[in-house]
């Protein structure tokens, strides 16, 4: 049987339900490939009696292997935050679905769940997207995320932008500084939420050039505010 387990956001987060699933597994995966781990994982490990977390790259994980392996053992891969948020881990289930294994998906919390201790309305956020680290040798610069801002500010609405895995703070500010003067789009204060979800939480609300001096930890993502209500204008003034 092969478990899809999402381990929430810091290293007390997974479910009883995950614990007891990884109990069950005759061999464990950690994705290691989407994110930052913001904490140690020697202590996670720790937590499930000392059973061997092996490291499974993206290659690992779009081949298939671990659904090779399932249909054999009880086996599991672990990931960060809520399984489902990367298409690739929907690719496995569809694909275990074709393959008649048997699987179960076990539900951790997330950045979607956590960005509302910005206290900006859960219903009030648009598309979210995610901003990719620029390759300027190989002419990659993506400014797809932009794009989507600017339908959410259209519409009033706020955007969660993810922060690609190894983009850090200066360099991401840069790249959206850049595509917003690209597409002529002006914004006000913005917000970068720091590890959410764990002891290292942080939130730091203003203008771009003023977060630049910031020190943020990764991983963190951006908000983009759209129309606030008065309730969300007043929230946000603990942390300008």
């Keep these: 049987m092969f478990y899809l387990v999402g381990l929430g956001l810091n290293e007390k987060g997974y479910s009883r339900e995950a614990y007891d699933a990884i109990e069950k597994c005759k061999k464990i995966y950690l994705e290691n490939y989407t994110v930052d781990f913001p904490y140690d994982l020697g202590y996670l490990a720790k937590q499930f009696k000392g059973k061997k977390l092996i490291p499974a790259d993206r290659e690992f994980v779009e081949g298939f292997t671990v659904l090779e392996e399932a249909g054999k053992k009880d086996v599991a891969l672990l990931v960060y935050g809520n399984p489902l948020m990367a298409t690739t881990h929907i690719s496995l289930i569809e694909e275990a679905r074709k393959r008649k294994i048997k699987f179960k998906i076990v539900h951790g919390a997330s950045v979607l769940d956590a960005v509302s201790e910005t206290g900006l309305q859960i219903y009030k956020f648009g598309k979210i997207t995610s901003?990719?680290?620029?390759?300027?040798?190989?002419?990659?610069?993506?400014?797809?995320?932009?794009?989507?801002?600017?339908?959410?500010?259209?519409i009033n609405a706020h955007t969660l932008i993810l922060i690609d895995i190894g983009l850090e703070l200066k360099k991401?500010?840069?790249?959206?500084?850049?595509?917003?003067?690209?597409?002529?789009?002006?914004?006000?204060?913005?917000?970068?939420?720091?590890?959410?979800?764990?002891?290292?939480?942080?939130?730091?609300?203003?203008?771009?050039?003023?977060?630049k001096n910031e020190k943020i930890e990764?991983?963190?993502?951006?908000?983009?505010?759209?129309?606030l209500h008065f309730m969300e204008s007043e929230f946000l003034e603990n942390f300008g």
């Design 131 to 154: 901003m990719p680290a620029w390759i300027p040798e190989k002419k990659f610069a993506p400014e797809s995320f932009i794009d989507i801002v600017k339908e959410n500010l259209s």
């Design 172 to 211: 991401a500010l840069e790249q959206f500084e850049i595509s917003l003067n690209n597409k002529k789009i002006k914004v006000g204060k913005i917000l970068v939420c720091q590890k959410l979800g764990t002891e290292k939480s942080k939130i730091f609300y203003d203008e771009i050039s003023k977060l």
């Design 218 to 227: 990764i991983p963190f993502c951006f908000v983009i505010p759209g129309k």
